[in-house]
């Protein structure tokens, strides 16, 4: 299964956006790129997944470059309930999920 | 719709004792997954299962059993707790395995061995 690299820890200010980077430069023709977040205490939720093209939902946005080697998570505007660690996972084989130790996000007020 | 539940939401184990981990879903799914996260780590999958009665290994299934025998259920046992199983125990679902699906978690089951 493809790796993913993300920061260890970022930090936002309440209502700025906040952009996540997630390298993944084995991605092969067929993972689909998905987004999860854990908020504390909490079991991961679905945030947003792609496979080539830029995507937005209610939660955020997920810009995907052209090669693939990259994406980028958008939270538009930052609040303190997006405080947690955000998940880049390549999600290629039928059913697995494989985490990495994602970005742990902090948001002041 | 409760989504997926787990229990218990805690439990202490002495080393050598068994303990089963029940997940239950309400929302028809046909895969279901078992996780553990230990300290400042990400998920690992340790086994998961593709619909009633069949089950898989994942990334860590040693030291785990799993069973399907209904739909919406599907449990983890350990048959000798050992320290090493201390962790967070995370059970997900999904209605396809399709790689664009989504997985749904539950609440998960902390779980210390002593």
């Known amino acids: 299964d493809a790796k993913t690299t993300q920061p260890n820890s970022m930090e936002s200010n309440e209502e700025e956006p906040v952009h996540l980077p997630c390298n993944h430069s084995?991605?092969?023709?067929?993972?689909?790129i998905h987004w999860y977040r854990q908020l504390p205490s909490q079991g991961p939720e679905y945030v947003i997944h792609?496979?080539?093209s830029n995507v937005n939902n209610r939660m955020a946005s997920l810009a995907i470059a052209e090669d693939r080697k990259s994406s980028t998570l958008i939270l538009h505007r930052a609040t303190l309930r997006d405080a947690a660690v955000y998940y880049c996972?390549?999600?290629?084989?039928?059913?697995?999920?494989?985490f990495g130790q994602g970005t742990e996000l902090s948001v002041k007020p | 719709n409760a989504g997926v539940t787990q229990t218990p939401k805690f439990r202490v184990l002495k080393t050598g004792q068994s303990m089963t981990l029940l997940c239950a879903q309400d929302?028809?799914?046909?895969?279901m997954y078992w996780y553990r996260q230990d300290p400042g780590m990400g998920l690992r999958l340790i086994h998961y299962?593709?619909?009633?009665?069949?089950?898989a290994k994942g990334e860590v299934p040693d030291g785990y059993n799993v069973s399907r025998l209904k739909k919406q259920n599907f449990l983890l046992g350990l048959e000798s707790a050992a320290p090493s199983q201390t962790s967070v125990y995370f059970c997900?679902?999904?209605?396809?395995?399709?790689?664009?699906?989504?997985?749904?978690f539950g609440p998960g089951t902390r779980l210390t061995v002593l």
């Open positions: 997900a679902s999904s209605y396809l395995a399709g790689v664009s699906n989504e997985q749904f």
């Open positions: 084995t991605i092969s023709g067929t993972d689909y």
């Open positions: 792609g496979l080539t």
């Open positions: 996972i390549l999600r290629g084989a039928v059913g697995k999920l494989i």
């Open positions: 929302m028809n799914h046909e895969y």
């Open positions: 299962s593709v619909g009633e009665g069949t089950t």
